[in-house]
């Protein structure tokens, strides 16, 4: 059996703990430089407050009562996400961390001693009374079946926030599966649930009775997986650690629009930086490293651009000028001017974990001597606290930061932001 | 006649173990069996990692108690309130520490006489959590 616990509301919630003025407020919380709604708390979603709406929209709407925005602050959300961790490790034997507000639980067995849903309620009893944020819990003996019976404990409230979905009672899972359609199961991408629903395939249950070889067949090995989970047999297993990353994407939207070419070099090599950075603490290496630049999609009496390119090395690397300089060589091909430019990125992709590969002959490029030992020093500083040392195609300005501006306190990470109580 | 010897298909090995730890030249210290783990002020205060918070108390200090203004507060949010265990309660939107009292009925008493004991009707009275201990620097800072 598996147990999916998921926080309500994850940010708008942490957000709520430490704010006792804010307990029946509508609280939103913004995503990345304040630029659209991506969590609400219950009032805030009465309000008919959508996901995804931009900040300037919302900024400018009339509702029955204030709405409190916040920039998004994830020093304390990754801190809370820790606790609620924590606590659900105390209650049960393995426990992984699926994203920053969900977890699988491992509990087979845990029926022998305590009805699943009174297990369940024990959870969500333990997290609410050490971290104050309230989680739903779904059980179900595979993960897709823990998730749509989580999805079912959202749906409705006369479930408390708990359901267990048991191998013994087929029944009640077949009515719920009935209920939930194809494209709020686990997994499910638009695209394959449209093309679900074309087929006649409307609700989990139908996808259930599907021909696992069929699905296969004309869809692909994950969604035949899907419809295999559904019936109750289990494919996809726990994962405690992990799985080593495949990818590294740093990209940002600019605080104002790029309009040169000096500038978005500078931005850049500054993402290529980080990725570098990043790529080390990872210990791989790569080979593939993609650039993309766009403008907003937003902006009226304006051509939308968007494009991207990319350089494979010969040799895998870590060293920050190498990825430097295969990110310049990117950004040239794809460079336009006359655009502002909104949104800047890069990927590292194709990994090995080291540097190792068969030179040519006559290969040009030969690796760089203390490559290793120079990216040592380099990291050393740049995590010592006391100064940073950045290479200059970032130009002189300090690093960019992202516009918060509605943040708040970093409550439970930083000594100077924590809370305060009156003594009366 | 050649005879051909053959070279041993299995040359026995002698494994000599390495010692890794270096080997000063002066006497050994007598104390190294000794060593302990030195002793951790979290240790002290915190029971539960994941459920304490730390809170500074601002206001008026509690002289009975030695509370005072700038004193770190160590909070456990799921330890449960016992009658003249010091809370955070939350009260008209904000945090404020008081001594909870059970009986003979619920209330938060100020521990300064200038302010007034108040009644909460329970349902409505809301505790962040209970300071479980509270630090105060005497010199430097705060």
Redesign the interface.
């Known amino acids: 059996m598996f147990a999916l616990a998921d926080v309500n509301s994850f940010y708008a919630s942490c957000e709520k703990v430490f704010r006792p003025d804010l307990r029946s407020k509508a609280v939103v919380v913004l995503s990345n430089n304040d630029g659209c709604v991506i969590a609400r708390s219950q009032e805030a979603k009465r309000l008919g407050i959508k996901m995804g709406v931009p900040w300037f929209q919302l900024k400018a709407m009339q509702f029955a009562e204030p709405v409190i925005s916040f920039s998004s602050n994830y020093e304390l959300y990754a801190s809370m996400s820790n606790r609620v961790m924590s606590h659900l490790e105390e209650l049960a034997p393995r426990v992984e961390q699926y994203s920053i507000d969900e977890m699988f639980l491992d509990i087979r067995g845990i029926d022998n001693c305590i009805d699943f849903e009174d297990f369940g309620r024990k959870l969500r009893k333990h997290v609410k009374s050490g971290t104050g944020l309230t989680i739903g819990v779904g059980m179900g003996p595979t993960k897709t079946l823990a998730k749509s019976a989580q999805w079912a404990s959202k749906e409705w409230p006369q479930f408390g926030g708990v359901l267990a979905l048991t191998q013994g009672n087929r029944q009640r899972t077949e009515k719920m599966l009935s209920l939930q359609p194809v494209e709020e199961i686990w997994g499910m991408g638009r695209r394959i649930s449209k093309k679900l629903n074309a087929m006649g395939i409307l609700t989990a249950l139908q996808l259930s009775h599907a021909n696992p070889t069929f699905i296969r067949k004309n869809f692909n090995v994950v969604l035949e997986r899907t419809v295999r989970e559904l019936n109750g047999e289990s494919c996809i297993s726990l994962e405690e650690a992990p799985p080593p990353k495949q990818q590294i994407v740093c990209s940002r939207s600019f605080w104002e629009r790029i309009t040169t070419y000096d500038a978005m070099r500078q931005a850049v090599c500054q993402y290529a930086e980080r990725a570098a950075e990043k790529l080390r603490e990872e210990r791989q290496y790569c080979r593939h490293i993609a650039v993309f630049i766009k403008s907003s999609p937003f902006a009226i009496n304006e051509p939308y651009y968007s494009n991207m390119a990319s350089e494979k090395l010969h040799t895998p690397t870590k060293d920050t000028r190498d990825i430097i300089a295969a990110a310049m060589k990117a950004l040239d091909c794809i460079w336009q001017d006359g655009h502002r430019y909104a949104k800047a990125g890069i990927m590292l992709n194709d990994f090995t974990p080291t540097g190792v590969s068969q030179l040519n002959l006559f290969d040009e490029v030969q690796p760089r001597v203390h490559s290793e030992e120079l990216m040592k020093v380099l990291d050393g500083i740049n995590q010592s606290g006391l100064g940073k040392v950045w290479f200059a195609g970032r130009g002189i300005a300090p690093e960019w930061k992202m516009k918060r501006e509605m943040l708040s306190p970093a409550y439970t990470t930083c000594w100077d932001e924590i809370p305060h109580a009156r003594i009366t | 006649m050649l005879r051909l010897i053959l070279v041993a298909s299995d040359p026995s090995k002698i494994l000599l173990p390495l010692f890794t730890e270096s080997c000063p030249a002066g006497f050994p210290s007598p104390a190294q069996d000794y060593v302990e783990a030195e002793l951790d002020l979290n240790e002290y205060c915190i029971s539960?990692?994941?459920?304490t918070?730390?809170?500074?108390?601002?206001?008026?200090?509690?002289t009975d108690i030695g509370?005072h203004?700038g004193d770190?507060?160590i909070v456990d949010?799921?330890e449960r309130p016992k009658h003249g265990d010091i809370v955070?309660a939350?009260i008209e939107?904000?945090?404020?520490?008081?001594r909870l009292l059970l009986t003979p009925r619920p209330a938060l008493q100020?521990?300064?006489p200038a302010?007034p004991t108040l009644y909460p009707i329970p349902e409505q009275l809301?505790i962040?959590g209970v300071v479980t201990a509270f630090v105060h620097k005497t010199r430097g800072g705060e």
């Open positions: 539960r990692p994941s459920s918070f730390f809170v500074r108390a601002l206001g008026n200090s509690m509370l203004s770190l507060m949010k799921a955070i939350e939107g904000e945090f404020t520490v008081k100020a521990m300064n302010f809301e962040f």
